[in-house]
Structures are given as C-alpha cells and as structure tokens.
C-alpha cells in the first residue's frame, strides 16, 4: 500500500468521522463509501472493518437496526472467516473490539443506550470468536467480564428518575442479570462480587419499600452467600465491615417477620466480623475507636428494638476491645480518634475530662448499657454501670 493511498484513507476515515460527530449521517456514508472501496483495493482488512463498523453505527443513528446490525455482522464474519497470522489476526481483533468500545462511547454521550448496548454486545462476540479461535486463550473471558461491567455501568447510569414499581423491577433485574454475567466468569474478582452484591442490594431495598420481606430475605441472603466471597480476598477492614454489613441486614430481615432466633444468628455473625478487625494489629487504632463507637450505637438501637441480647453483645464486643486499651495508646492516636474513643471508654477518663458534652453522653452510654444488663437479669453487673452513670451525673451536679 503507498504512503500516499494510505494517507488517503486515515483523512477519508478522519473526515466520515467527524461528520458522524455532527450527524450529519449522509455525508459521512458517501466519505465511508469511499473508504471501504480503497480498504478493499489495498486489501486492508483492519480498515475494512472498521469502516464497516462505522457504517453500521451510522445506519443505527439514522433509525436503521437491522442494516446496522447486518454491517457489524459482515466485519464479525470476515474476523470469524478470516486465515490471518498471529500478527494481523490481533491487529484486527484489537480493531474490531476497540472500534466498538469508542462507537459504545459515543453512543453513551448522545444518550442513546440502546446502540451502546448494541455496540458492546457485539464486542463481546469478537471475544467470543476468538475463543472458538483459541478455546486455551485465557484473556478473553477477563475482556468478556469487563464488557459486561461497562453493561451494567450503563444502566446504572442511564436508571431513569421515575420508573412506576413493574418498571424499576423489571429495571433492577435486568442490571443483576448483567452483573450476574461478569461475576460468572470472574467470580473472584473483588469488583465484579461488589457489583453484584451493589444489584442485589437494589432489589433488596425494592422490595422493602413494599414491605415484602420474604422477598427482601431472598435477594440479602444472596448478598450474603455473594460477599463470602471475598474470604480469600481480604484486602482492608473494610472489606470486613461490608460482609458484617450484609448480616446485619439480614438479621434485621428475619426480625421483621418474626424469626427472633434467625435473627440473632445473622446479628452475631456480623459482629464475628468486628472481632477480626479488632484483633488484627494490622488495622490502626483511629479505625478500631471509629468502628467501636459505630458498635456502640448499634448497640443503643438494638436496645430500642428490645433485642436485649443482641444489644448486649453488640456493647460487650465494643467495651472488650475499649477496655484493653491503654492509655499510652490513645495518646498517641489522631485528635480525632481519641476523641470518638473517650466518648465510649469509661473508667479512668470521666476522671481528667472537664468536658460536660463527653460526660454527659457518657453517663448516658452507661446508663442505657445497665438497662440492657438488667433486662438480661445480670443485675451486679447493672448496677455497677448504673453506679458510672450515677458517679458521673454527680460530677456534672
């Protein structure tokens, strides 16, 4: 091919493109006319389908599906068909895959989700088709994967402000299907498990508005059974704290239809999650203090709830963690670790601080702390945390 004819074909191909940019749609089929004769004259079959791809996307825009699709099949055909060396079979793969990724992108700017989706659909086939190529080929599920997360990504962002109940249903089942596809073929991806535990939790919350909670049940235990997952792939405490999360819900769930014992099952086995936090060196103490006051309050709306024995635990694992804290320990934390911290600590503390806000929120912690141990009939333990409160209110006087 000389310089000059391929220099012809990058402007003809520059020019059809930013006409398809304007939509001026006529225009650029005459400049792809032209480019696909000159592809087809110097035999360049990369170029080929990449105008046809374009030509494609141009018959979309104009209302034309079918002729569309029947375009992206005909440059599919020619890599499927295709009896290329190694080196021109990848040069087109990566044509064919990354011409549909832009047209996708393109069609996600003009807000029309339809032909994105068609576009990245059909670059999933040319992943597909190369497995038929090459069943050993080990990228081409990881790029099918990531296709269908830019799937899904597109729904999420596309979700319409107001949808009537059928149609949000309809709508977040189509997003989990999605997702449900990316984290087949991956399903130790960190990624793709928090996509699918995200779409999941959609349908969850839909069907608690409605107050259908065995339905609710259904989908969290399947975000539950999603985030164990991620057991061999714990990264951060946070990781933790999202899988305690999902129990937690669950619990609340099995609580709201009655199933007390459930319920405390699936309360325990979040607070499981807190433990491991707290016993793991590796995760600061600024963390720990945040994550013990979080439990703490849990711990004051289980009691709210008269879940006694959730409530109590809840506190016990805050207060074993906070009790086995030193002081040095403290000192040397952020400001504003020490100062969630000291709202929760207790003994030692109410003694130095003059600050009547801390004292007054914690004589109050200690006081809700003796109810829950006195409805669990472990009365001398309740009454030595109602003497706190009392010594501190008496401070406070």
Not at 191 to 214: E, F, M, S, W
Not at 373 to 390: G, H, I, Q
Request: aromatic content about 10%.
């Amino acid at each position: 091919m000389s310089r000059q004819a391929e220099d012809l074909m990058v402007r003809t191909l520059s020019d059809a493109s930013s006409l398809f940019g304007k939509e001026r749609y006529k225009k650029a089929l005459e400049k792809l006319d032209k480019a696909e004769k000159l592809a087809e004259k110097t035999k360049r079959t990369d170029i080929l389908c990449r105008v046809l791809l374009q030509k494609g996307a141009v018959m979309n825009s104009m209302g034309k599906p079918d002729e569309g699709q029947d375009l992206y099949d005909k440059a599919l055909d020619i890599y499927r068909t295709s009896n290329l060396n190694e080196q021109e079979s990848s040069v087109l793969k990566h044509t064919l895959s990354n011409t549909f990724s832009e047209l996708a992108k393109h069609f996600k700017m003009v807000d029309s989700i339809e032909n994105a989706e068609k576009c990245y659909l059909n670059e999933i086939k040319v992943y597909e088709i190369l497995l038929e190529k090459d069943p050993e080929d080990e990228d081409s599920n990881l790029e099918i994967a990531r296709v269908f997360k830019a799937i899904g990504d597109l729904y999420e962002y596309f979700k319409p402000e107001k949808m009537d109940p059928e149609t949000e249903r309809q709508y977040y089942e189509k997003i989990l299907d999605i997702r449900e596809k990316a984290f087949e073929l991956l399903p130790d991806s960190e990624t793709y498990i928090y996509d699918l535990a995200h779409a999941l939790g959609k349908l969850v919350d839909y069907y608690i508005i409605r107050q259908d909670y065995k339905s609710a049940i259904q989908f969290q235990e399947r975000v539950v059974e999603v985030m164990e997952e991620l057991i061999d792939l714990l990264a951060n405490w946070k990781d933790l704290k999202a899988k305690s999360n999902a129990y937690d819900k669950l619990g609340s769930l099995y609580a709201e239809i009655g199933e007390e014992e459930l319920a405390q099952e699936q309360y325990s086995k979040a607070l499981e999650y807190y433990g491991m936090i707290f016993d793991d060196e590796l995760w600061p103490f600024s963390v720990k203090a945040t994550l013990a006051s979080e439990l703490m309050e849990r711990g004051k709306t289980l009691l709210l709830l008269k879940k006694y024995e959730s409530a109590k635990e809840s506190m016990d694992v805050a207060l074993d963690f906070l009790e086995g804290v030193d002081k040095e320990e403290m000192e040397d934390s952020t400001e504003e670790s020490l100062d969630l911290a000291s709202v929760i600590l207790g003994e030692g503390y109410e003694e130095e601080s003059e600050d009547s806000g801390y004292l007054a929120e914690l004589a109050g912690i200690f006081r809700e702390y003796a109810k829950t141990l006195s409805d669990l009939n472990r009365n001398e333990e309740a009454e030595e945390f109602t003497a706190k409160s009392e010594k501190i209110l008496r401070k406070l006087a």
